[in-house]
């Protein structure tokens, strides 16, 4: 199956600063590309879609100007946490699709912890 | 609304056989997905289904009935290493992934 690599795996930041996730498709053109939080022993929460070269659409709730999306290119979407706090502390984990696909595949996600 | 219903938690015997089951009220329908998810890790593909029928893959097996809004995954043969959140998704008319809480699968010796 197709590969989508995210970095880093595991970050610990101050509160206030800012942290930056990225998210790359490997062998494939990922046109779409999904962010998810995962708080422990709950589902995935959708935070955002992007398509490459357009502006992500963000779900309720979600700050847009917390929550940096870029997906400049077919093969990498970035998200930043800008101002971090404790409570943005969770399971971070990207998915990308490709053009005309069904499947999303997804990154090996992010443990963000703010102190 | 949207809503997609699996049970919280399920136990089962190493070397048996687990059906988890999935409801789904969704607008539109453009497939079912099932994730496995180990504890801290992101979720796997597990299965595919997007036409009425079973399909199966090895130990695992996946069914969907779209007139019943209702999937479920069957695994045989269970090994400890099953132990897992297994997710339900749906795919929406927006192309959208619906998911489920998870069923948290603990398997006993």
């Known amino acids: 199956g197709a590969v989508v690599s995210q970095h880093p795996s595991r970050v610990i930041c101050k509160s206030g600063t800012s942290v930056k996730i990225e998210c790359r498709s490997l062998?494939?053109?990922?046109?779409?590309m999904f962010w998810y939080r995962q708080f422990p022993k709950q589902s995935l929460m959708l935070m955002a879609t992007?398509?490459?070269?357009?502006?992500?659409?963000?779900e309720q709730g979600v700050e847009k100007d917390k929550f940096l999306i870029n997906h400049a290119s077919l093969t990498l979407s970035t998200l930043t946490v800008t101002s971090a706090h404790p409570e943005d502390s969770s399971f971070y984990i990207c998915?990308?699709?490709?053009?005309?696909?069904?499947?999303?595949?997804f990154g090996q996600g992010t443990r963000l912890t703010v102190v | 609304g949207q809503n997609i219903d699996q049970p919280t938690e399920m136990t089962a015997t190493e070397g048996a056989i687990v059906q988890i089951n999935c409801t789904y009220q969704?607008?539109?329908?453009?497939?079912l997905f099932w994730y496995q998810q180990h504890a801290g890790e992101a979720p796997t593909f597990l299965s595919y289904?997007?036409l009425d029928g079973l399909e199966e893959k090895g130990r695992f097996s996946s069914f969907l009935s779209r007139s019943k809004g209702y999937s479920y995954l069957l695994l045989k043969e269970l090994q400890m290493k099953d132990s897992a959140s297994y997710l339900c998704?749906?795919?929406?008319?927006?192309?959208?992934?619906?998911w489920g809480a998870g069923t948290k699968l603990i398997i006993k010796p």
């Open positions: 969704t607008s539109g329908f453009n497939g």
């Open positions: 998704a749906v795919m929406d008319s927006n192309y959208q992934l619906i």
């Open positions: 062998d494939f053109q990922a046109t779409t």
């Open positions: 289904n997007v």
């Open positions: 992007s398509n490459e070269g357009s502006k992500a659409t963000y």
């Open positions: 998915s990308a699709r490709g053009a005309g696909d069904t499947e999303a595949f």
